[in-house]
């Protein structure tokens, strides 16, 4: 068996990690600004993975330096292109930023349910109907009548 | 004369950084810049098209051969749908003028010249950079309305679009790495060898759920009812009407050009399927006219999915008059909805306040539910014969989800119907019935006289219809205009 850890390997695994702790961070964390900061990891793994897919090891930086015969050099398509990625997801997350700011000065909290609640109820009030979904007051019924406040946790040891 | 359709992207977008400073100095030459450079935009591919446009052509930027350089493929469907960028970005103009609109028309400059570039664009890195800028316009004029819930309907936007550029771009990665070409026709050709295998596959799935947040796709279609609520009503008619059909297009020469895999398709009928069952049901419950115009676009870009997942081409006519009939549609209806915006019981008896907007209303509703003389008869029925002519199961339950969702759609739409044709309630005559009137009535119209057009000439249409999507199927035709060279051999 000749699969050694290799570093491209390592540099792959990063790369895809990095995506998935950048998603994960976006759907699980619960303040807005922290979202934006997981979609700039989730982007930093895909520019390495666009960096990856034109590297080699045994080949110098892509610039002619002489005329003769040039040494095996890394594909530069994918430079470019990173460039390019960083320039937009840069922009992008200057805008995120800038609207996080206006959000912060109108609502006064960055919490993300308490930002999409007030949303919600904004827009229902503009538009002059009811709301569809609350997420603080649920469809049905309650499925269990409250308990007491001294007996709460005690629910399930009884039979 | 081709070369004048590279103008198409960059005028507008040079309009877009020079009209801020232009304003500074003369506001009237400002404010007639935008719409003029979208009439010459207009011009350039009207005149293409009457001068016995047959044959697709292919223009390299800056003068570099296609597989190195960057490369437009304009065919029929391209130019359609370029001029239809043109046309609704001068339809949808944001006329308005006060402190803001410098800022406002530079960005929807920027969007017409993103989404021409989304039509025209040959290359796959290239449609990513459109597809951003395109993006980043959106995100500006959604946020324009200044209110708070725009704004945080425009982050939550922002973010989900994020996610779909991350997986985009790991998508672009992929193919990279297995072909070391980005131009579409290259690919074409390196594909049956290279991308036929579980990457490719992994590649078209995450270039399709990160291409589908902007085509309302099933799961990443979360911020059409926000941002459809909160922006203004034009741009929601460009966002619903125009954008994402654009992104429509560069799936579907994804699977036409580079991944034929069944899985493929049989993933876009799937997602299809759940959008057309979520979004009628969701524009069902719907008591409000955006919000109910909203997710009904969602379901009705879920039908032109399943349209798209049959095999060998063979939806091809279906997606393209589904696609045009939404967008003719569903702009006119948006335009309605700019004055009877709010809750639908309020608009009890408007049919007596203005019987043009009611009529037209009727008209769009018909026709997107399937009557037979207008456009949107053909176009579904089209779509029916060639779900009945498959035999696997998923595609009769494509069908059967299909004409469920028919009536469903006829029920809500013929319930706001008898609403407007109503008489006022007692407790609310004293208020104000809302009017629809003035532009908006008068971009309606057009939509309107545009169908009715469609339904007399349904002939003529048809056959061309067919012609356009002949042309591109024709995979050979794409390779082979876009690179002579290198169409005989391997690179």
């Known amino acids: 068996m000749t699969s050694a850890v290799t570093p491209e390997l390592i540099l ?19 303040h807005l ?12 793994g895909a520019n390495l993975m666009l960096v990856l897919a034109g590297y080699r090891w045994d ?21 470019a292109l990173v460039l390019t990625a960083i320039v937009i997801g840069v922009g992008i997350q ?24 007030r949303m919600d109820a904004e827009i229902a009030a503009t538009l002059g109907v009811p709301r569809d979904i609350s997420q603080e007051e649920p469809l049905g019924e309650r499925p269990l009548p409250p308990l007491p406040a001294d007996r709460a946790n005690m629910r399930g040891d009884s039979p | 004369m081709s070369t004048n359709l590279v103008l198409t992207i960059a005028l507008p977008l040079l309009g877009a950084f020079l009209l801020p400073v232009l304003m500074r100095s003369s506001v009237a030459i400002a404010l007639w810049s935008g719409p003029a450079i979208l009439i010459y935009g207009c011009w350039i591919l009207a005149e293409l098209w009457l001068s016995g446009f047959t044959q697709p052509v292919s ?53 017409v010249a993103a989404s021409s570039g989304l039509a025209l664009s040959g290359d796959l890195f290239n449609l990513y950079v459109f597809y951003e800028l395109a993006a980043v316009a959106t995100f500006g004029l959604a946020s324009a309305s200044g209110s708070s819930a725009a704004y945080v309907a425009t982050l939550r936007y922002l973010i989900l679009s994020g996610i779909g550029s991350v997986l985009t771009l790991f998508g672009i990665a992929l193919i990279y790495s297995q072909t070391g070409t980005l131009n579409l026709a290259h690919l074409a050709q390196l594909a049956p060898q290279q991308l036929n295998n ?13 291409i589908g947040v902007k085509a309302e796709l ?57 959008g057309v069952i979520s979004g009628e049901l969701a524009a069902w419950r719907a008591k409000e006219m955006k919000r109910m115009l909203a997710f009904s676009s969602i379901g009705q870009l879920g039908m032109i999915f399943i349209a798209m997942s049959l095999p060998d081409g063979k939806g091809m006519v279906a997606v393209i008059a589904l696609a045009l009939h939404h ?92 609403i407007l044709y109503g008489n006022p309630a007692e407790e609310t005559l004293g208020e104000e019935i809302p009017k629809s009137q003035g532009l908006a009535l008068l971009s309606a119209s057009l939509f309107g006289a545009g169908l009715v057009a469609t339904a007399l000439l349904i002939a003529p249409v048809g056959e061309s219809l067919q012609a356009i999507a002949a042309q591109a199927l024709d995979i050979d035709l794409y390779i082979g205009t876009v690179s002579p060279v290198i169409s005989g051999g391997s690179q």
Do not use: C
């Open chain 2, 218 to 274: 099933f799961p990443v279609n979360t911020w059409v009812p926000e941002i459809y609520a909160t922006a203004s009503t034009r741009l929601s008619a460009f966002l619903a009407g125009l954008l994402s059909k654009l992104a429509l297009l560069i799936i579907l020469r994804l699977l036409l050009l580079i991944f034929h895999q069944p899985e493929a398709a049989q993933v876009i009928l799937i997602l299809g399927i759940l």
């Open chain 1, 59 to 79: 080949a110098v930086a892509p610039i002619l330096t002489s005329l003769a015969e040039p040494a095996a050099m890394v594909d530069p398509v994918p430079q």
């Open chain 2, 327 to 418: 967008l003719v549609v569903k702009s006119g209806l948006f335009m309605l909805a700019e004055d009877w915006g709010g809750a639908i019981q309020r608009l009890r008896g408007s049919a007596k306040a203005s019987p043009l907007g009611a009529a037209l209303f009727v008209l769009f509703s018909l026709s997107l539910v399937g009557m037979p003389p207008l456009p949107g008869f053909w176009a579904k029925f089209v779509l029916i014969t060639e779900l009945a002519g498959q035999v696997e199961p998923l595609y009769l339950l494509g069908l059967a989800v299909f004409l469920l969702a028919t009536v469903v759609e006829a029920s809500y739409l013929f319930r706001v119907a008898a």
């Open chain 1, 94 to 117: 200057a805008l995120a930023v800038s609207i996080l700011i206006r959000i912060h000065q109108r609502y006064a909290t960055l919490d993300r349910r308490e930002a999409a609640e």
């Open chain 2, 59 to 111: 223009i390299a930027i800056g003068g570099f051969a296609p597989p190195l350089g960057i490369n437009l493929y304009v065919d029929s469907l391209a130019l359609l749908f370029a001029f239809a960028v043109q046309l609704l970005g001068l339809i949808f103009w944001p006329f308005t003028l006060d402190r803001e609109s410098a800022r406002r028309q530079s960005l929807m400059l920027l969007l």
């Open chain 1, 33 to 44: 600004f922290r979202m934006v900061l997981a979609l700039v990891i989730a982007e930093a």
């Open chain 2, 198 to 210: 579980g990457l490719g596959l992994a590649a078209f799935l995450t270039i399709l759920i990160g």
């Open chain 1, 12 to 30: 792959y695994i990063t790369a895809i990690g990095l995506i998935t702790i950048g998603l994960a961070g976006v759907v699980m964390s619960s």
